[in-house]
T-cell receptor
Framework: AAGVIQSPRHLIKEKRETATLKCYPIPRHDTVYWYQQGPGQDPQFLISFYEKMQSDKGSIPDRFSAQQFSDYHSELNMSSLELGDSALYFC????????????????FGQGTRLTVV | EDQVTQSPEALRLQEGESSSLNCSYTVSGLRGLFWYRQDPGKGPEFLFTLYSAGEEKEKERLKATLTKKECFLHITAPKPEDSATYLCAVQAVVDYKLSFGAGTTVTVRA
């Protein structure tokens, strides 16, 4: 079965540079979530989109922005990168409308490991 | 704000030694409680969701039981391949984001 696809898998950037992370949700899924997971920490919610509109916002820095496109893929843009931005960034997707209750379960991608040097 | 607390932080088991993990939560209206398994450097892998107190779900050697304030994940006769971090997350009625606990890292020795 198709899963959530994230690219790139690994990314190394220097401080103050910009990074763009991409997420391709499971086909039919209408909701995308972004999470940041630091070393040894639990995933922290950043932002989510439902039907291409921002639906919820968590602890996302102002330096970060995200959007969901017409094909439902999403991109997380990160500017003025700092050393503390080094983390695993996960995207998850789910189907909120038109499916069963179980379809609201969120399935995660393999993540993008961002290293800022 | 939704809060999820998992205990213990780490659990070292001998192969075949059954044990339980705990997830305590406070949420303003629970839509669902999720269990994920995460291997180092990989994305959380969905295990199951529980929706109401009294519900139980099983998957292979794992069994989850939900109460109004806690969820227990019991591992029966674990094998080394069960070694992973087990994450508990809650989803509130008012929104769909998942709030995660810090996880329990389970290590099963052969």
């Amino acid at each position: 079965a198709a899963g959530v696809i994230q690219s790139p898998r690994h990314l190394i950037k220097e401080k103050r540079e910009t990074a763009t992370l991409k997420c391709y949700p499971i086909p039919r899924h209408d909701t995308v979530y972004w999470y940041q997971q630091g070393p040894g920490q639990d995933p922290q919610f950043l932002i989510s989109f439902y039907e291409k509109m921002q639906s919820d916002k968590g602890s996302i820095p102002d330096r970060f922005s995200a959007q969901q496109f017409s094909d439902y893929h999403s991109e997380l843009n990160m500017s003025s990168l700092e050393l503390g931005d080094s983390a695993l960034y996960f995207c998850a997707s789910s189907l909120l409308v038109g499916g069963d209750l179980e379809d609201t379960e969120a399935f995660f991608g393999q993540g993008t490991r961002l290293t800022v040097v | 704000e939704d809060q999820v607390t998992q205990s213990p932080e780490a659990l070292r088991l001998q192969e075949g030694e059954s044990s339980s993990l705990n997830c305590s939560y406070t949420v303003s209206g629970l839509r669902g409680l999720f269990w994920y398994r995460q291997d180092p450097g990989k994305g959380p892998e969905f295990l199951f969701t529980l929706y109401s107190a009294g519900e139980e779900k099983e998957k292979e050697r794992l069994k989850a039981t939900l109460t109004k304030k806690e969820c227990f994940l019991h591992i029966t006769a674990p094998k080394p391949e069960d070694s992973a971090t087990y994450l508990c997350a809650v989803q509130a009625v008012v929104d769909y984001k998942l709030s995660f606990g810090a996880g329990t890292t389970v290590t099963v020795r052969a």
